[in-house]
């Protein structure tokens, strides 16, 4: 009975307003403090397992040493104010006996990393791997119990002295392992320098059979060349495109589609087909497949492998910077536009595309109607508003391309945009035009980004169409003299804004502002200007 | 080197429309000739590429061709791998 006791005061010594709102609600709380303030008392009686409370008003509530172990005689099968009545009465009336005893959770530190796996899915794994990425403020309690607060999430998860996950409580409420069990687990390791992570497995279940069909395939083709190549191997490469599919092999089952397209050019004798682009993606999956063949380390075997969809992480915060919005189409038949933002604590800048195809016969993108209308995140800002605003994003959905999702569980909160003077924009800043080129970094495997540019401009120098091109020049000027020629590419549906850009007065008389530019091999073509807390994006806004 | 590796390309170019099962001592022996050129330049990496090729070429001529196809085609790849990514490089940086 002792023991119980002295549980039971372990248990109410946890208890906090603050503790006991995470785990019940603000409501419930504010409720059974009322209730005691008109004078409701509790008699509490103590059993070889249990607590037994009766209110005055009749009702039997039994509480044990754990916030989710409670019964009450009332309906409710969730937490009452009862409950919390019996909880609160007892730390007022009750001397705790419990000296301020810390216990021991050495096991949250000693667990391994493959302990640690056993405990949660893999797709959990993955999600809190991720979000390690980005930072959260930890806050512990010590007592009987330890309490790990993720702050930004407002979520309290309690381990106990007993090395046992099944023994934890969350105030998210899953009975079982949830991500925050593993991401405040994580988290307390790392703030105690303990980095040993859960490995996520890579399914090497990958058909070493495709690996090798392929193989032999490919080296049909070269043995063959091109002059003699059998109309008969696009066919053979289709069934081998579903056989890596299905053998989960993502990035080969995207080569060899792609080889079977040019392939395609080749037999129609297409203008399109390019004898150095065939042979680059030929290398590609030849080589990707010798390397699927050795031993690689997980993350090197990982981005051979790649992946059949991009996979969204929810985030709790993210202050993003918008850097400008630009409206594209391909000859695929698709059309969107992009809208940059600089993410201040990552420093990383990230994207959200806004696209669809187009190729269907009632399909319609209508570049100006699109960026007028409302954002698909909660917050009713359009999207033009969002180009041009200083926002933070709660409970964001991100990839490992730092693009963002819509999602209208995001919450978007504007907040009163920065002069970009005064923004840290990082490496993406160009300020001394002749380092430009030299930090650029070569992924063998790699999906190749964007190269996106933050110039520092003192002028355009000059504003010129090119007859021949049919492309736009901006000759840009930095504060050295140093200049460099930036493409507006004229389309039907930029005709005027193109024509205006020409004659702009405005624009030759700006100076000392910034332009954020894509590079694309050697050349740049410009989104947006930017000057204090101004942007204008070049294709939309003009 | 521009130039050089745009040779490379040439002759990697030519055996895909050629097909490298038909490769033949000239080709070789043109292979050859650019790996000494290339080494000539201080591209070492490039020239040993070329020069393992060269060799497998070599053997799969005048010796057992359906033993060493395999590895003459690896030994391609390898080639045409490293010249893209000289190709790449040189492209962002000029």
Redesign the interface.
């Known amino acids: 009975m002792v023991h119980v006791k002295e549980r039971f005061e372990q248990f109410i010594a946890l208890c906090s307003e603050e503790y006991l709102t995470t785990h019940a609600n603000k409501g419930l709380y504010k409720r059974a403090i009322k209730e005691i303030e008109k004078g409701t008392t509790v008699h509490y009686e103590f059993s070889d397992e249990h607590v037994n409370c009766t209110l005055n008003d009749g009702t039997l509530c039994q509480l044990q040493d754990r916030i989710d172990k409670f019964l009450c005689s009332c309906p409710s099968d969730k937490i009452c104010k009862h409950v919390i009545i019996a909880i609160l009465y007892y730390t007022q009336t009750e001397e705790l006996v419990t000296e301020e005893r810390k216990g021991d959770f050495t096991w949250l530190l000693a667990l391994s990393a493959e302990n640690i796996c056993k405990h949660f899915s893999e797709v959990q794994i993955d999600e809190v791997l991720f979000r390690l990425h980005y930072p959260e403020e930890i806050e512990t309690r010590e007592s009987g119990f330890l309490a790990i607060k993720l702050k930004e999430q407002n979520i309290e998860v309690t381990f106990e002295e007993e090395a046992d996950f099944g023994s934890s409580t969350c105030s998210c409420k899953a009975k079982e392992s949830c991500v925050h069990r593993l991401e405040s687990l994580l988290r307390y390791r790392l703030a105690h320098h303990v980095t040993d992570m859960p490995v996520m497995k890579v399914d090497v279940n990958v058909s070493m059979d495709v690996v090798e069909d392929c193989k032999r395939i490919?080296?049909e083709i070269?043995?063959?060349?091109?002059?003699?190549l059998p109309q008969g191997i696009c066919d053979r490469l289709e069934v081998l495109a579903i056989a890596a599919r299905t053998g989960n092999l993502p990035n080969l089952e995207r080569g060899i589609r792609c080889l079977h397209g040019e392939l395609d050019l080749f037999f129609k004798r297409h203008v399109r087909f390019s004898?150095?682009t065939?042979?680059?993606r030929?290398?590609e999956a030849?080589?990707s497949a010798?390397a699927l063949e050795k031993e690689l380390p997980v993350e090197q075997m990982k981005q051979v492998i790649g992946r059949f969809r991009s996979k969204y992480y929810t985030i709790p915060r993210l202050e993003l910077y918008a850097l400008g919005a630009n409206p594209w189409e391909t000859r695929s038949g698709y059309k969107g536009i992009t809208y940059y933002f600089y993410a201040l604590e990552e420093k990383r800048i990230y994207t959200y595309t806004d696209a669809r195809p187009v190729y269907y016969e009632d399909a319609r993108f209508q570049f100006a109607e699109q960026y007028r209308k409302t954002a698909s995140w909660s917050g009713g800002m359009t999207m033009h508003d969002v180009s041009k605003s200083h926002i933070i994003l709660r409970n964001c959905k991100v990839n490992r391309e730092r693009r963002l999702s819509a999602s209208e569980e995001t919450l978007a909160i504007m907040l009163e945009r920065r002069d970009i003077e005064d923004m840290q924009i990082g490496s993406y800043l160009v300020t001394d035009w002749r380092q430009m080129?030299?930090n650029?970094s070569?992924a063998?495997f790699g999906s190749k980004q964007d190269d996106i540019l933050l110039l520092q401009v003192k002028k355009i120098k000059h504003i010129h169409f090119e007859q021949a091109t049919q492309n736009l020049l901006l000759t840009a000027e930095d504060k050295d003299g140093n200049t460099l020629d930036l493409t507006i590419a004229y389309t039907g549906e930029l005709a005027n804004r193109i024509r205006h850009l020409e004659k702009s007065r405005e624009l030759r008389n700006l100076h000392d502002f910034y332009i954020l530019v894509q590079r694309y091999?050697?050349v740049y073509y410009p989104i947006s200007f930017l000057k204090g807390t101004m942007l204008t994006n070049i294709k939309l806004d003009v | 080197m521009k130039e050089w590796i745009g040779h490379v390309?040439d002759w990697?170019?030519r055996?895909?429309?050629?097909?490298?099962?038909?490769l033949d001592i000239d080709d070789v022996k043109q292979l050859e000739r650019l790996s000494n050129e290339v080494k000539g330049l201080n591209m070492d990496f490039l020239a040993q590429l070329l020069t393992h090729l060269a060799v497998e070429g070599r053997r799969y001529v005048w010796g057992d061709a359906q033993t060493n196809?395999?590895t003459l085609?690896?030994s391609?790849?390898?080639v045409?791998?490293y010249s893209?990514?000289l190709a790449?490089?040189d492209?962002?940086?000029?």
């Open positions: 490919l080296a070269i043995s063959f060349g091109l002059a003699k004898k150095e065939f042979l680059r030929l290398t030849y080589v010798i080129g030299t650029v070569l063998l091999g050697t | 390309n990697l170019e055996i895909l429309l050629k097909g490298i099962g038909q196809l395999a085609v690896q391609y790849f390898y045409c791998q893209q990514l790449e490089n492209e962002q940086e000029s």
